[in-house]
T-cell receptor
Framework: TQLLEQSPQFLSIQEGENLTVYCNSS?????LQWYRQEPGEGPVLLVT?????EVKKLKRLTFQFGDARKDSSLHITAAQPGDTGLYLC??????????????FGSGTQLTVLP | DTGVSQNPRHKITKRGQNVTFRCDPI?????LYWYRQTLGQGPEFLTY????????KSRLLSDRFSAERPKGSFSTLEIQRTEQGDSAMYLC???????????FGPGTRLTVL
């Protein structure tokens, strides 16, 4: 069974601060996806990384996939109140079948205070 | 809007009743997934369809849960004889063949009284 551990579970910071969220596993994943979820809504895709060592930037967000494809990080620069939400990482499986279901971490609840 | 849609968005039912949820995936996506999410947790995989074939259903939580995708387009998830522990957000996602990226719908929030 593949498991993804996310840390921290909760993070409350002031507007303008930087932060990093971590996603770690002992398993290798075919890809790693980051989602942001608002209360009462489904997860919204932020990025997919597929190559070990890959770095992707989305405005103030920087995503990195570990060289061994077992871990990932999300760094936010100069956080804004609009960044508030639940951040979820999800690993794609190398299953022998075609399901390739995602294994999710338990999420990081980010609150950015004005 | 060509994203994944789910109906209803909210469902309140009494224990013992049956409920059915619908998911309409992105039209060109032939892979469809159902997940369940409880408070404070990430989504948990339930079942998977490739076109109309249900290729993975071992993660369905009990035999009270069933899913269909009769024509390879929309899908339904049914829960029979609901229990209070079934209260959760039920999420549907779809993807294209050859890609890991799944796109989620807004979910159906189920409350069992």
């Amino acid at each position: 069974t593949q498991l993804l551990e996310q840390s921290p579970q909760f993070l409350s910071i002031q507007e303008g601060e930087n932060l990093t969220v971590y996603c770690n596993s002992s398993s290798v994943f075919s890809s790693l996806q980051w989602y942001r979820q608002e209360p009462g809504e489904g997860p919204v895709l932020l990025v997919t990384v597929v190559t070990g060592g890959e770095v992707k930037k989305l405005k103030r967000l920087t995503f990195q996939f570990g060289d061994a494809r077992k871990d990932s990080s999300l760094h936010i620069t100069a956080a804004q109140p609009g960044d508030t939400g639940l951040y979820l990482c999800a690993g794609g499986s190398f299953s022998s079948g075609s399901a390739r279901q995602l294994t999710f971490g338990s999420g990081t609840q980010l609150t950015v205070l004005p | 809007d060509t994203g994944v849609s789910q109906n209803p968005r909210h469902k309140i039912t009494k224990r013992g009743q049956n409920v059915t949820f619908r998911c309409d995936p992105i039209s060109e996506h032939n892979r469809l997934y159902w997940y369940r999410q409880t408070l404070g947790q990430g989504p948990e995989f339930l079942t998977y369809f490739q076109n109309e074939a249900q290729l993975e259903k071992s993660r369905l939580l009990s035999d009270r849960f069933s899913a269909e995708r009769p024509k390879g387009s929309f899908s339904t998830l049914e829960i029979q004889r609901t229990e209070q522990g079934d209260s959760a957000m039920y999420l549907c996602a779809s993807r294209m063949a050859g890609s890991d990226t799944q796109y989620f719908g807004p979910g159906t929030r189920l409350t069992v009284l």
